[in-house]
């Protein structure tokens, strides 16, 4: 079953894009390989950057964009308002520049999931620092575990619900890139899919997001007459690979909270 919308208030098409390498997803690989408790980056979680790598990935990804017929190519982009999310979405737009009236829009419902109290933190510094919180994700899982002052997969979940509503109503029958974090495109997948948890999770546990890597919906109409978006790819950095462009799927810097 999936998300579906009636004929008139429904996008073409969605690219939900997950940033390119950041500078915590480098930090993070550090502090693990060290067996660090803690992620050594100064910036908050919003204002971490690109690394070099990100920058390339997302250029890789923005001339593939390009180099679709000008029908084709995003008509709005939706960025989190992080700055690795919007450093990916600017370089895209900027081999997008055909469209002069191609925008970039930033919305706080696409942010990264919140860490709370686990902010920071490696999976031995939670063990080290909170093993009670440790034991709580145990016990519920994360899907609804919520750290103290943070946020469960749920209630990522519940502001994306509402995100899709504003889609529907304000970009009906264009085509909407998104780009966002690795818990954002699936909690998006779990929405659009009408999936379970167990679903998700296994999804989950297939692997990472790749950075830059494209989820892809298109909308059908069903036989009711009913318009669905249907999954075309998921994952795919075929973009990245023909570019050159080295593939990473290194979590961000807070994955032992996700």
């Known amino acids: 079953m999936t998300h579906t919308w009636p004929r008139q208030i429904r996008p073409k098409q969605i690219w939900i894009v997950r940033h390119g390498e950041s500078a915590g997803n480098v930090a993070r690989d550090a502090a693990d390989l060290a067996g660090h408790a803690r992620i050594d980056i100064e910036e908050r979680d919003v204002d971490v950057p690109l690394s070099a790598l990100g920058k390339r990935q997302s250029d890789a ?17 939706l960025a989190s308002p992080y700055r690795r999310a919007v450093q990916t979405a600017d370089r895209i737009a900027d081999q997008l520049a055909r469209s002069p009236q191609l925008s970039i829009s930033t ?9 709370g109290i686990l902010d920071r933190l490696t999976r031995r510094g939670i063990e080290e620092f909170h093993p009670e919180q440790a034991e709580f994700r145990r016990i519920l899982g994360k899907f609804y575990h919520r750290p103290p002052a943070g946020e469960s997969w749920c209630d990522v979940i519940l502001r994306l619900r509402s995100m899709l509503d504003t889609i529907s109503l304000h970009y009906a029958d264009q085509r909407v890139l998104i780009v966002a974090h690795q818990v954002v495109v699936l909690c998006l997948r779990y929405i659009i899919e009408t999936l379970s948890e167990e679903e998700i999770l296994a999804i989950d546990r297939q692997g990472d997001v790749a950075n830059c890597g494209v989820t892809e919906y298109r909308t059908e109409a069903g036989p009711n007459g009913a318009a669905s978006l249907v999954l075309k790819r998921y994952n795919f950095v075929a973009p990245l690979l023909e570019a050159g462009a080295p593939v990473t799927a290194k979590p961000d810097a807070n994955v032992a909270a996700r």
């Open 61 to 77: 990804l923005g001339a593939w964009f390009a180099g679709k017929p000008a029908g084709e190519q995003p008509d709005i982009i």
């Open 107 to 115: 919305d706080e419902r696409l942010r990264e999931k919140e860490f």
